[in-house]
Antibody, heavy 120, light 107 residues
């Protein structure tokens, strides 16, 4: 059974750093693109970027380029999303998700989400 | 980026009704479109892929149609568990983009 299990909720202060994770199981982790998505409170879904763990090819949506870093560790089958300096506007639910096939493929499986709250 | 315009943004309906949600793409995307259901506090769930293919395990009350720039999701005989928010997703061109969502509420 394909599963994506994300790390737990985080409460941080502005300016702090953060790295959240998404562990894949039940499939070949290196053979599928993994994406990170943001859902701000009461709002819709936005794709932030994607990574292909097979060769670490990473693509960012322009509005998120330079704001976050996406990485992966194939030994522990885990993808990461990190911030070096959080802002209050980063408060949101973050989902990881698998692309079903190549880069031109729909999302099929989702993590359960990680709620990030940034407040002074 | 390809813009996805979803309508309506909200919809009130009763159990047993049939409803249709529309997504329009700013340029042609073939049939590279999916539909997702999201319930409060939960991750989205895939309903339809490739515009009209029903995800395994999803009720046949859900159906998708369209190609190019106009797509629809139809839900027949609404059940209580169908009241949720629905999103379309185009994956023809990176970055993948979502419609704004349709909140389906009980009348």
């Amino acid at each position: 059974e394909v599963q994506l299990v994300q790390s737990g909720a985080e409460v941080k202060k502005p300016g702090e750093s953060l790295k959240i994770s998404c562990k894949g199981s039940g499939y070949s982790f290196t053979s599928y693109w993994i994406g990170w998505l943001r859902q701000m409170p009461g709002k819709g879904l936005e794709l932030m970027g994607i990574i292909y763990p097979g060769d670490f090819d990473t693509k960012y949506t322009p509005s998120f380029e330079g704001q976050v870093t996406i990485s992966a560790d194939t030994i522990i089958k885990t993808a990461f999303l990190q911030w070096s300096s959080l802002k209050a506007s980063d408060t949101a639910m973050y989902y990881c998700a698998r692309l079903d096939g190549g880069i031109i493929a729909p999302i099929d499986y989702w993590g359960q989400g990680t709620l990030v709250t940034v407040s002074s | 980026d390809i813009q996805m315009t979803q309508s309506p943004s909200s919809l009130s309906a009763s159990t047993g009704d049939r409803v249709t949600i529309t997504c329009r793409a700013s340029q042609g995307i073939g049939d590279d479109l999916g539909w997702y259901q999201q319930k409060p506090g939960k991750a989205p769930k895939r309903l339809i892929y490739a515009a009209s293919n029903l995800q395994s395990g999803v009720s046949s009350r859900f159906s998708g149609r369209g190609s190019g720039t106009e797509f629809t999701l139809t839900i027949n005989s609404l059940q209580p568990e169908d009241f949720a928010t629905y999103y379309c997703l185009q994956y023809n061109t990176y970055p993948h983009t979502f419609g704004q969502g349709t909140s389906l509420e009980i009348k």
